[in-house]
């Protein structure tokens, strides 16, 4: 068992008043709002004025997002292993750093290569640290509002990448897009890294807290944690999994496999989206607005359902997150007209986000928050690996047939059937005994 924090003087008198914790949610939404110098919504104000300068085609410039995620589910694994282990805060601060740098650096950049290194080691850094780093530390330090906690971390994440879109297309028109790799950078080192830095710790166990705050087991009667004696800060509600023990219940492997078809699913529509609602009869004007109301949907839909998960069985809402994803492609197949395109825009956003926001918190109501960290990185990885594999599977189909509608007809089969594995995927039986 990891030492406890000998120097927990300031969190304590801060959860005197507000619970520690919640700084620490903001911290990792903090960390996830810079990352939007990361995301492929970002890059895309980036393509032409690059591409006007320096001759590079579209397609060179798409390659460096798919090898820098890649490499990040690689190493995915990994970091959920470290963060169990030694806690978020290093591996937030060293991704944040590693974008930071990737945007300095490509401020500078001049070759087709010099790209294909900075921005590969800053998607690397996305998919494969700071995304494994945000989620998991969160779900350690909550359990009563654990749904609203992480519904914090990725309502940020989209903030930033909402705020920040508009405002790299400024810093663009005024400055030159050089001038908005390196504000990308800054906002990363001021937002993500320093409250990574200062504020991200392991547990609260780590610092001399209990998980949700006292207030948690004076309800339950339990005895009081401290954190200095071994064995005590297993004193919670949450059974203590090995990632061994998880790895051997088939609810594990049904949930890994329902995450990795669904994946598919959403990538293979969403790239796809502008050209095939524009080939419908559809304005690219308006195909614009679609993507507005899809995204405003997903914010919406990150806070609705990180609240309901502390009210509502989370294994329901994933259920419900899938069908609506199905019917969502229903309508897509069908849709010809702007209220369709909309309608269809409000479900895959509601159902898109829902299930990315009730992923980790499933995965802690199964398996508890010890091993979080470690179980987020495969299913992150796999993830991963189905956002890459949809897009292939929709150009692929539309090369060949001319079409998307047998692409998105096996999308619509593919999220029916991943409800049907989140159905089955019964709550295991916890461990004979803790782990202590």
């Given at each position: 068992?990891?030492?406890a924090?000998?120097?927990?003087?300031?969190?304590?008198?801060?959860?005197?008043?507000?619970y520690?914790?919640?700084?620490v949610?903001i911290?990792?939404g903090?960390?996830e709002?810079?990352?939007?110098?990361?995301?492929?919504?970002?890059?895309?104000f980036?393509?032409?004025?690059?591409?006007?300068?320096?001759?590079?085609?579209?397609?060179?410039?798409?390659?460096?997002t798919?090898?820098g995620?890649?490499?990040?589910?690689?190493?995915a694994?990994?970091?959920?292993r470290?963060?169990?282990?030694?806690?978020?805060?290093?591996?937030?601060?060293?991704g944040g750093?590693?974008?930071?740098?990737?945007?300095?650096?490509?401020?500078a950049?001049?070759?087709l290569?010099?790209?294909?290194?900075?921005?590969?080691?800053?998607?690397?850094a996305?998919?494969?640290?700071?995304?494994?780093?945000?989620?998991?530390?969160?779900?350690?330090?909550?359990?009563?509002?654990?749904?609203?906690?992480?519904?914090?971390?990725?309502?940020?994440?989209?903030?930033?990448?909402i705020?920040m879109?508009?405002v790299?297309?400024?810093?663009i028109?005024?400055?030159?897009?050089?001038?908005?790799?390196?504000?990308?950078?800054?906002v990363?080192?001021l937002?993500?890294?320093?409250?990574?830095?200062?504020i991200?710790?392991?547990?609260p166990?780590?610092?001399?807290?209990?998980?949700?705050?006292?207030?948690?087991?004076?309800?339950?009667?339990?005895p009081?944690?401290?954190?200095?004696?071994?064995?005590?800060?297993s004193?919670?509600?949450?059974?203590?999994w090995?990632?061994?023990?998880?790895l051997?219940?088939?609810a594990f492997?049904l949930?890994?496999?329902?995450?990795?078809?669904?994946?598919?699913?959403?990538?293979?529509?969403?790239?796809?989206?502008?050209?095939?609602?524009?080939e419908?009869?559809?304005?690219?004007?308006?195909?614009?607005?679609?993507?507005?109301?899809?995204?405003?949907?997903?914010?919406?839909?990150?806070?609705?359902v990180?609240v309901?998960?502390?009210?509502?069985?989370?294994?329901?809402?994933?259920?419900?997150?899938?069908?609506?994803?199905?019917?969502?492609?229903?309508?897509?197949?069908?849709?010809?007209t702007?209220?369709?395109?909309?309608l269809?825009?409000?479900?895959?956003?509601?159902?898109?986000?829902?299930?990315?926001?009730?992923?980790?918190?499933?995965?802690?109501?199964?398996?508890g928050?010890?091993?979080?960290?470690?179980?987020?990185?495969?299913?992150?990885?796999?993830q991963?690996?189905?956002?890459?594999?949809?897009?292939?599977i929709?150009?692929v189909?539309?090369?060949?047939?001319?079409?998307?509608r047998?692409?998105?007809?096996?999308?619509?089969?593919?999220?029916v059937?991943?409800?049907?594995?989140?159905i089955?995927?019964k709550?295991?039986?916890?461990?004979?005994?803790?782990?202590v």
């Amino acid at each position: 068992m990891r030492p406890a924090d000998r120097t927990p003087g300031l969190a304590r008198v801060i959860s005197a008043r507000v619970y520690y914790g919640w700084f620490v949610a903001i911290a990792a939404g903090a960390a996830e709002f810079g990352n939007a110098a990361s995301s492929i919504t970002v890059l895309t104000f980036f393509v032409i004025p690059m591409t006007d300068e320096f001759g590079w085609s579209r397609t060179e410039i798409s390659g460096a997002t798919s090898v820098g995620a890649i490499l990040g589910a690689a190493l995915a694994p990994f970091t959920g292993r470290m963060v169990d282990r030694v806690g978020s805060r290093m591996v937030l601060v060293v991704g944040g750093v590693a974008v930071a740098a990737a945007c300095f650096y490509l401020a500078a950049a001049q070759t087709l290569v010099g790209f294909y290194v900075a921005f590969t080691i800053a998607r690397t850094a996305d998919q494969g640290l700071i995304k494994i780093g945000t989620t998991p530390v969160v779900t350690k330090w909550f359990r009563r509002y654990r749904g609203r906690a992480v519904s914090v971390v990725f309502f940020t994440g989209m903030l930033g990448v909402i705020t920040m879109a508009p405002v790299v297309q400024l810093v663009i028109v005024a400055w030159g897009w050089r001038a908005a790799w390196v504000m990308l950078g800054v906002v990363m080192a001021l937002v993500g890294v320093l409250p990574s830095a200062l504020i991200v710790r392991r547990q609260p166990e780590d610092i001399g807290l209990r998980v949700d705050g006292a207030s948690l087991y004076e309800a339950q009667g339990l005895p009081a944690a401290d954190a200095s004696v071994p064995g005590q800060a297993s004193l919670d509600l949450d059974p203590r999994w090995r990632l061994g023990q998880i790895l051997r219940t088939p609810a594990f492997w049904l949930l890994l496999v329902s995450l990795f078809v669904v994946s598919t699913a959403s990538s293979g529509v969403v790239l796809h989206l502008m050209p095939y609602i524009t080939e419908r009869g559809i304005s690219s004007g308006s195909a614009v607005g679609i993507i507005s109301v899809f995204t405003a949907s997903g914010a919406v839909s990150t806070v609705a359902v990180g609240v309901l998960s502390d009210r509502t069985p989370p294994r329901l809402l994933m259920v419900v997150g899938y069908l609506l994803s199905a019917s969502a492609m229903g309508m897509l197949i069908v849709t010809d007209t702007l209220p369709e395109a909309f309608l269809f825009a409000v479900l895959q956003g509601t159902a898109a986000s829902g299930i990315n926001v009730l992923a980790p918190i499933l995965l802690a109501s199964y398996y508890g928050r010890w091993a979080m960290g470690s179980i987020y990185g495969i299913t992150r990885a796999a993830q991963v690996v189905g956002f890459a594999l949809g897009a292939l599977i929709s150009g692929v189909v539309y090369d060949s047939t001319g079409s998307y509608r047998d692409a998105f007809t096996l999308f619509l089969v593919i999220a029916v059937a991943s409800s049907f594995l989140v159905i089955i995927a019964k709550r295991p039986a916890p461990p004979d005994a803790w782990t202590v």
